[in-house]
């Protein structure tokens, strides 16, 4: 069953990010074709090729050419996860928009689900994962995340880590607004308000290949987040500035007391490298916490493009240079 897509009358749009996700193409184009038709809506899939070095751009194009209801779009080097998802938004036209992973752990029949949530009201449907089929080192770091986004964005949900969601064109039009060039989309999307709920769903394991995201991006990911949704952490160094100091303070008098009114001898030489210890790991760490502030005050000065659109493919190649 194929209809052409009118753009205009696009009820659904998918976006999916891709990176080196050949092996899973083929079954991901059945599973959501199957899950879209289901819903008996129009739709479009923009699939978004973020510089991948495999076949997954050729392959991509081939599925394009086969059904004119995919539209690949393809970035001129790898920008990432949260470029390529907000890159694609930027490019569909349905009335709802639902992002998935491309590497099959979203399990496109909860499509439907989504949509009922969208339809009884809600701005934004989520998923909260079942059953995690991730090994503890990307748990761990996922678990802390959440918890800070819940801190930094008010609104407290379950599971942010997970890339599958469903949101009103509204929202989509609030997400094109932000200008920022260090997004986690998912956080974004929760700041920028609405009314949201979590269904729960199913998570399946990583059938091919491994996660894009090392120990390091998680890291990357984590300062971004706590860095571009507040000043708490300015506002953290400080503190611990003063409790260190009084620390300190409250040491000198104890040393005092003992060697003055007990004649107990100290040795001076490690008391003062314990409290120097103590100081200069508060100053790298002021220092650090600065340097990232100061790290992104530098690129949103650069003003440097969020991702750079290489082609766009819809059957018939055009070429572009629409940049973000
Ligand atoms: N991805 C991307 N660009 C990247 C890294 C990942 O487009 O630089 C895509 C990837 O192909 C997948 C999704 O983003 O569709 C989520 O990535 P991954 O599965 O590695 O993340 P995890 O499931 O471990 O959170
Ligand atoms: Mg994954």
Not at 29 to 37: M, V
Not at 165 to 175: E, F, K, Q, W, Y
Not at 195 to 201: H, R
Request: aromatic share 8%; glycine share 8%; proline share 2%.
């Amino acid at each position: 069953m194929q209809a052409k897509t009118d753009a205009s009358q696009v009820y659904i749009s998918a976006v999916v990010p891709m990176f080196n996700e050949e092996e899973s193409l083929g079954q991901l184009y059945d599973e959501l074709t199957a899950a879209l038709d289901a819903t008996g809506r129009t739709y479009e899939v923009v699939l978004v090729d973020d510089g991948s070095s495999d076949r997954t751009a050729e392959l991509a194009q081939d599925l394009c050419d086969s059904d004119d209801r995919l539209m690949l779009v393809r970035l001129s080097r790898n920008f990432g996860h949260h470029p390529a998802s907000t890159c694609g938004m930027s490019h569909t036209s349905g009335d709802v928009v639902v992002l998935l992973d491309a590497d099959l752990q979203n399990d496109p029949v909860d499509i439907p689900r989504l949509l009922e949530k969208i339809e009884e009201g809600y701005d934004v449907a989520r998923c909260w994962r079942q059953g995690r089929k991730d090994p503890f080192w990307r748990t761990f770091p996922s678990k802390c995340v959440n918890w800070l986004t819940c801190k930094a964005t008010g609104v407290k949900l379950h599971d942010y880590g997970c890339s599958m969601l469903a949101m009103r064109r509204c929202v989509v039009n609030r997400m094109m607004r932000f200008t920022e060039r260090s997004r986690h989309v998912s956080g974004l999307i929760s700041w920028s308000g609405g009314k949201v709920c979590e269904i729960k769903v199913r998570h399946r394991e990583r059938k091919f290949g491994s996660s894009k995201y090392g120990i390091l991006s998680l890291i990357k990911l984590t300062i971004n987040l706590m860095t571009g949704f507040s000043t708490i952490p300015l506002q953290l160094v400080g503190l611990l500035g003063v409790a260190t100091s009084l620390l300190g303070f409250i040491g000198a008098i104890y040393l005092v007391i003992k060697r003055y009114v007990y004649g107990v001898d100290l040795d001076g030489v490690v008391v003062a490298i314990a409290i120097i210890f103590v100081f200069i790991g508060i100053n790298f760490l002021a220092l650090g916490v600065m340097g990232e502030y100061i790290g992104r005050i530098f690129s949103e000065v650069q003003a440097r493009p969020y991702y750079i659109v290489d082609t766009v493919y819809r059957k018939r190649s055009e070429k572009g240079d629409d940049e973000q």
